[in-house]
């Protein structure tokens, strides 16, 4: 965008309290908070609840939560008895705070935009993963969607790239992120896998399918994941998983320890910046992806 970052003064208290100052004259200005809801979750949560109030009370003309990684997603509906549907707090806490439009990235589920009564632009990075692997050229290549509820993206990346599509069918085993795959659904056997998901946290998931895509006899395996959240040990157990080449985004941000030889990031700057520029000048977001 070649325009300078906004001036603003941010730090907790000995108390533990969270503290924004804004630093210059935004009065009526067209104003994009850049914050994405990874850890500390709820920290950084904070943050941007604080921040989008103090702009807000500086008279802002409009304030646009730009938020590349939406924190709560998967709590995205109530699947046991007396559960949250957190995403959907979330969406009201944002809201009452004063942000009058969110622009996000991938979100875990669809249905989190009809959360919000306020506009909501959600960006892909399905061309910019999908021009990362055509570029490789690479042969008899399937997408592998890593359980159902992704498919339909995974089916989306495997007509830009032209290739046949499997499913991993799984069943997850209570609230502890452990999960069992069960089977893998299409043929894959004498292929190059790239398995797709929205997010890597522990890891297990997408290495467990991993394993099953070897017994399955597939030549090279591939993982095309938009979210690196990468808890606990998940960056050492892909650094020792079957996967040849891990491509992640960064829109959350890697710290250098959980980088190794089998990540590739590619930068989500320019999609958000195109994006901010079209919202600014009410341009069309939908183009971007014609």
Do not use: W
Not at 16 to 43: A, L
Not at 140 to 149: C, H, P, Q, S
């Amino acid at each position: 965008l070649d325009i300078p970052l906004g001036q603003a003064e941010v730090f907790k208290f000995a108390n533990d309290n969270s503290f924004v100052q804004i630093r210059e004259n935004i009065r009526q200005r067209d104003v994009f908070i850049i914050q994405p809801t990874c850890y500390p979750v709820n920290d950084n949560l904070m943050e941007l609840l604080i921040m989008i109030d103090a702009f807000k009370r500086a008279s802002a003309g409009r304030i646009t939560a730009v938020v590349p990684y939406y924190g709560y997603g998967r709590t995205d509906k109530k699947d046991q008895p007396r559960v949250p549907i957190t995403a959907r707090l979330v969406a009201d806490l944002l809201t009452a705070a004063g942000a009058d439009r969110l622009l996000t990235v991938d979100l875990h589920a669809g249905q989190i935009q009809g959360f919000f009564n306020i506009p909501v632009d959600e960006l892909t990075t399905l061309p910019l993963m999908g021009q990362h692997f055509a570029d490789k050229e690479l042969q008899d290549l399937v997408v592998v969607a890593v359980d159902i509820g992704i498919s339909k993206k995974a089916r989306d990346m495997a007509e830009r790239l032209g290739a046949p599509l499997a499913i991993i069918e799984k069943r997850r085993t209570g609230n502890n992120d452990k999960n069992e795959t069960m089977n893998v659904i299409g043929d894959v056997e004498g292929k190059i896998a790239l398995t797709f998901d929205d997010e890597i946290d522990t890891g297990g998931t997408i290495v467990n399918a991993a394993k099953a895509l070897s017994e399955q006899g597939v030549k090279e395996v591939y993982a095309c994941v938009t979210h690196p959240v990468l808890s606990r040990n998940a960056a050492e157990l892909m650094a020792n998983s079957e996967f040849k080449e891990v491509v992640v985004t960064d829109t959350i941000p890697m710290s250098a320890e959980k980088r190794n030889g089998k990540f590739t990031v590619l930068s989500v700057a320019p999609l958000l910046g195109e994006a901010i520029y079209r919202i600014h000048k009410g341009q069309s977001v939908g183009d971007l992806f014609k």
